[in-house]
């Protein structure tokens, strides 16, 4: 069963724009270099990322939102606690992040 792995991110008031680009691009590169152990391909089965342009005004200081899809939990598993891809990225933009919310889920299950 797929999982869809959300990510939202609030930078610090003072990264400067160069430094928010960054860090979108790492992340949103993740999709090529995160490689499965077991078959040694990219495992994330699509990845969409963006900036908010909502009209709401209802983000709360998030700016950036990263959307995965992976096969099953096992793969969302990997990548969360052991891909040294996904860790090398977490620990080179976390001192810019003033807030990173997570949600998973599987779609259709409400309950």
Known sequence: MQVTHVVLLEFKADAAPEVRADVASQVK???ESC???ETGK???LSMKAGV???????NNGISHAFVSVF???ADRDYFVNKDPAHIAVVQNVKEHLAKVQVVDFIDGKLI
């Open 71 to 73: 096969e099953n939990t």
């Open 52 to 58: 908010d342009v909502s009209i709401e005004g209802l």
């Open 29 to 31: 590169t993740l999709r």
């Open 42 to 44: 990219p495992y994330i």
């Open 35 to 37: 490689i499965h152990p």
